[in-house]
Nanobody, 128 residues
Protein backbone atom coordinates (compact mmCIF):
# COMPACT_ATOMS: atom_id res chain seq x y z
CA UNK A 1 0.00 0.00 0.00
CA UNK A 2 1.04 3.57 -0.70
CA UNK A 3 -0.30 6.71 0.91
CA UNK A 4 -0.15 10.11 -0.79
CA UNK A 5 -0.61 13.45 0.93
CA UNK A 6 -0.73 16.71 -1.04
CA UNK A 7 -0.07 20.12 0.43
CA UNK A 8 0.64 23.66 -0.67
CA UNK A 9 -2.64 24.74 -2.20
CA UNK A 10 -4.14 28.15 -1.60
CA UNK A 11 -5.62 31.34 -2.98
CA UNK A 12 -3.37 33.36 -5.26
CA UNK A 13 -3.71 36.07 -7.86
CA UNK A 14 -3.27 35.65 -11.59
CA UNK A 15 0.41 35.68 -12.47
CA UNK A 16 1.51 34.36 -9.10
CA UNK A 17 3.39 31.15 -8.42
CA UNK A 18 2.60 28.25 -6.15
CA UNK A 19 4.29 24.95 -5.36
CA UNK A 20 2.40 21.83 -4.44
CA UNK A 21 3.99 18.89 -2.67
CA UNK A 22 3.02 15.24 -2.66
CA UNK A 23 4.54 13.10 0.06
CA UNK A 24 4.46 9.36 -0.47
CA UNK A 25 4.70 6.77 2.27
CA UNK A 26 4.34 3.04 2.59
CA UNK A 27 5.61 0.73 -0.14
CA UNK A 28 7.27 3.46 -2.18
CA UNK A 29 9.68 0.98 -3.76
CA UNK A 30 6.77 -0.20 -5.90
CA UNK A 31 6.18 3.20 -7.45
CA UNK A 32 6.97 3.76 -11.12
CA UNK A 33 5.27 6.98 -12.20
CA UNK A 34 3.83 9.93 -10.31
CA UNK A 35 1.16 12.04 -11.91
CA UNK A 36 -0.55 15.31 -11.15
CA UNK A 37 -4.20 15.76 -12.09
CA UNK A 38 -6.71 18.51 -11.49
CA UNK A 39 -10.46 18.76 -11.43
CA UNK A 40 -12.50 21.92 -11.69
CA UNK A 41 -16.16 22.02 -10.62
CA UNK A 42 -18.36 20.39 -13.21
CA UNK A 43 -15.42 19.10 -15.24
CA UNK A 44 -13.65 15.79 -15.60
CA UNK A 45 -10.36 15.10 -13.91
CA UNK A 46 -7.59 16.36 -16.16
CA UNK A 47 -3.99 15.23 -16.50
CA UNK A 48 -1.50 17.98 -15.67
CA UNK A 49 1.81 16.17 -15.89
CA UNK A 50 3.88 13.28 -14.66
CA UNK A 51 7.34 12.13 -13.73
CA UNK A 52 8.93 8.71 -13.44
CA UNK A 53 9.60 7.82 -9.81
CA UNK A 54 13.21 6.85 -10.45
CA UNK A 55 14.66 7.90 -13.79
CA UNK A 56 13.18 9.56 -16.83
CA UNK A 57 11.77 12.73 -18.28
CA UNK A 58 8.73 14.63 -17.26
CA UNK A 59 5.64 14.97 -19.41
CA UNK A 60 3.13 17.82 -19.39
CA UNK A 61 -0.27 18.64 -20.72
CA UNK A 62 -0.20 21.30 -23.40
CA UNK A 63 -2.25 23.63 -21.21
CA UNK A 64 0.53 23.89 -18.61
CA UNK A 65 3.67 23.30 -20.67
CA UNK A 66 6.19 26.05 -20.07
CA UNK A 67 4.44 27.23 -16.89
CA UNK A 68 4.43 24.15 -14.66
CA UNK A 69 7.40 22.05 -13.61
CA UNK A 70 7.35 18.68 -11.90
CA UNK A 71 10.29 17.48 -9.87
CA UNK A 72 11.01 14.77 -7.32
CA UNK A 73 13.15 14.24 -4.26
CA UNK A 74 13.49 10.51 -3.79
CA UNK A 75 15.30 10.95 -0.49
CA UNK A 76 12.17 12.64 0.84
CA UNK A 77 9.72 10.47 -1.14
CA UNK A 78 8.19 13.69 -2.37
CA UNK A 79 7.09 15.01 -5.74
CA UNK A 80 6.58 18.70 -6.43
CA UNK A 81 4.46 20.70 -8.84
CA UNK A 82 5.86 24.17 -9.36
CA UNK A 83 3.22 26.37 -10.95
CA UNK A 84 4.18 29.74 -12.43
CA UNK A 85 2.19 32.39 -14.26
CA UNK A 86 -1.02 31.03 -12.83
CA UNK A 87 -4.27 31.80 -14.60
CA UNK A 88 -7.86 31.77 -13.33
CA UNK A 89 -8.48 28.70 -15.49
CA UNK A 90 -5.90 26.83 -13.40
CA UNK A 91 -8.36 26.93 -10.51
CA UNK A 92 -9.10 23.35 -9.50
CA UNK A 93 -8.64 20.65 -6.92
CA UNK A 94 -5.20 19.23 -7.59
CA UNK A 95 -4.50 15.55 -7.02
CA UNK A 96 -1.31 13.58 -6.81
CA UNK A 97 -1.47 10.03 -8.15
CA UNK A 98 0.89 7.09 -8.20
CA UNK A 99 1.21 4.22 -10.63
CA UNK A 100 3.03 0.96 -9.98
CA UNK A 101 2.63 -0.24 -13.57
CA UNK A 102 5.65 -0.67 -15.81
CA UNK A 103 6.01 -0.11 -19.53
CA UNK A 104 3.04 2.22 -19.78
CA UNK A 105 3.21 4.98 -22.37
CA UNK A 106 2.58 8.61 -21.56
CA UNK A 107 -0.50 8.42 -23.75
CA UNK A 108 -1.96 5.92 -21.30
CA UNK A 109 -0.56 7.73 -18.27
CA UNK A 110 -2.66 10.76 -19.17
CA UNK A 111 -5.66 8.70 -18.13
CA UNK A 112 -6.66 7.96 -14.54
CA UNK A 113 -6.78 4.19 -14.95
CA UNK A 114 -3.05 3.37 -14.54
CA UNK A 115 -2.95 5.10 -11.18
CA UNK A 116 -3.77 2.90 -8.22
CA UNK A 117 -3.14 5.46 -5.51
CA UNK A 118 -4.50 8.95 -5.08
CA UNK A 119 -4.12 11.73 -2.58
CA UNK A 120 -6.99 13.63 -1.06
CA UNK A 121 -6.41 16.71 -3.21
CA UNK A 122 -5.41 20.27 -2.47
CA UNK A 123 -7.37 23.30 -3.66
CA UNK A 124 -5.78 25.91 -5.87
CA UNK A 125 -7.78 29.06 -6.53
CA UNK A 126 -6.49 31.76 -8.85
CA UNK A 127 -8.26 35.09 -8.78
CA UNK A 128 -8.22 37.49 -11.72
Amino acid sequence: QVQLVESGGGLVQAGDSLTLSCAASGRTSSLRVMGWFRQAPGKEREFVGGIPWYIGNTYYADSVKGRFTISRDNAKNTVYLQMNSLKPEDTALYYCAASTETGVSWSALKLVTPYGYWGQGTQVTVSS
